[in-house]
């Protein structure tokens, strides 16, 4: 039996965006070639989770572009996984050549309607259309709602349901580490009745829809108390593993006063892992919160392409 539902794997913090709300991209590691990706995803695959989630910065840049993702998804098939992508070098050749390595899941970012005119959203409803044309068994959007967005919520919504793929939507989350401590109180989103009226309109189409990821009480509760809301874990949920093959803390903080554990070592020293991170957790861990000041303040609408050397 897995000891979690799910492992998710930073497979490399380089990307294709300069998004200013994520500080992914900032700093980089070095990162682990395929071969050992595929050792590390086959023994963790039923032993530590039941699915794992490739993501970044961008998995589509990890190693040799394109490539190198191409070789870890060959060498996975049989596992249960998800990719996590702003799918900016999908086209059709590329979507095929992931297709005929067995691509069985992609997610894709999706907070706008099909004609927005967003760099990145036009990329993620471009590859939708072409992995669903090519039959992929399992397409997810992650829709993430924040003020200067929600007003298409409903719109999104019907979108994607006429395509029949899965949703997944939730509010921004931002860790309060000290980027988060820094932003004015001014930056902070400010959720409106007006705002209100198009979750409740999204909800209510999503509650019809079979392909629904997520938890309906969070929409249902009062929002202002549901976005200024600080918890904390409690028990290891979700294990992750860095680019350079160890593991970290969580998916924002990384461990600093415990060794390291290199994800095969775990295998075989589980508990005394769990023990470390539990102490760092401990020490370290001041909560998540439902709110991010950059996506208040800037907008998904400001992202920039830039070349990845």
Request: charged fraction near 25%.
């Amino acid at each position: 039996m897995s000891k979690h539902l799910v492992e998710t794997i930073y497979i490399t913090r380089k990307c294709s965006f300069r998004c200013p709300h994520c500080i992914i991209w900032r700093t980089h590691r070095t990162e682990i070639p395929p071969k050992e990706w595929i050792k590390i995803i086959n023994s963790h695959y039923g032993t530590i989770a039941d699915f794992v989630v490739i993501l970044g910065g961008e998995p589509l840049e990890y190693w040799k572009p394109i490539y190198g993702l191409l070789e870890v998804v060959k060498g996975i098939k049989e596992v249960d996984y998800g990719i996590h992508s702003n799918s900016l070098l999908i086209n059709e050749k590329t979507a095929k050549m992931l297709v005929d390595a067995h691509l069985k899941n992609w997610s894709f970012s999706i907070d706008f309607p099909e004609s927005y005119p967003d760099i990145r959203n036009k990329a993620c409803w471009r590859a939708l259309r072409l992995f669903k044309k090519l039959g992929v068994p399992d397409l997810h959007v992650t829709l993430t709602l924040y003020p200067q967005n929600v007003k298409y919520f409903p719109q999104v919504v019907k979108e994607l349901m006429e395509m029949e793929v899965w949703i997944g939507p939730s509010f921004v989350m931002w860790a309060k580490s000290k980027h988060y401590d820094s932003f004015p109180k001014s930056c902070k989103p400010k959720w409106s009745a007006e705002h209100l009226k198009y979750i409740r309109e999204g909800i209510k189409l999503l509650k019809k829809y079979k392909y629904f990821h997520g938890v309906e009480d969070l929409f249902t509760k009062d929002l202002d108390s549901q976005l200024n809301a600080t918890f904390k874990c409690g028990k290891l949920l979700i294990p992750t593993i860095e680019e350079d093959g160890y593991m970290r803390l969580c998916r924002d903080i990384l461990g600093k006063r415990v060794r390291k554990w290199h994800a095969l070592e775990i295998l075989n020293h589980y508990d005394e892992y769990v023990l470390d991170w539990l102490y760092d957790y401990k020490t370290l861990c001041k909560g998540c919160n439902w709110d991010c000041a950059y996506h208040a303040k800037i907008s998904y609408n400001n992202f920039k392409h830039v070349e990845v050397r």
